[in-house]
């Protein structure tokens, strides 16, 4: 069974930081394109940032230079570092995972909210 379980989120104060987690199991970690999107209420999901297996990443535009994120592929964990927090990061933000060859699996974790106070 795929489990993709995130955790780290909470309230922070604008300018704040947190650190969110998503560990993975049942699926070879390595060999999957990992990301984070995030929705905020009554908005589209959209994609905050991907770690390819090689290590490559991409940000969206809106959180270059404040999010990092990185992958522990002994652990089978993806991390998103989330600096200088803004209200406009309030989101519930989720982890996904992308099989990188082969047959394309998708899977999702549940979520974890992150409230910002202005």
């Known amino acids: 069974q795929v489990q993709l379980v995130e955790s780290g989120g909470g309230l922070v104060q604008a300018g704040g930081s947190l650190r969110l987690s998503c560990a993975v199991s049942?699926?070879?970690?390595?060999?999957?394109?990992m990301a984070w999107y995030r929705q905020a209420p009554g908005k589209q999901r959209e994609l905050v940032a991907y770690?390819?297996?090689?290590?490559?990443?991409h940000y969206a535009d809106s959180v270059k230079g404040r999010f990092t994120i990185s992958r522990d592929n002994a652990k089978n964990t993806v991390y998103l570092q989330m600096n200088s927090l803004k209200a406009e990061d309030t989101a519930v933000y989720s982890c996904?995972?992308?099989?990188?060859?082969?047959?394309?699996?998708?899977?999702w974790g549940q979520g974890t909210a992150v409230t910002v106070s202005s």
């Open positions: 049942g699926i070879i970690f390595s060999i999957y394109d």
């Open positions: 770690i390819i297996t090689g290590g490559a990443t």
């Open positions: 996904n995972a992308q099989s990188s060859f082969g047959p394309k699996f998708d899977y």
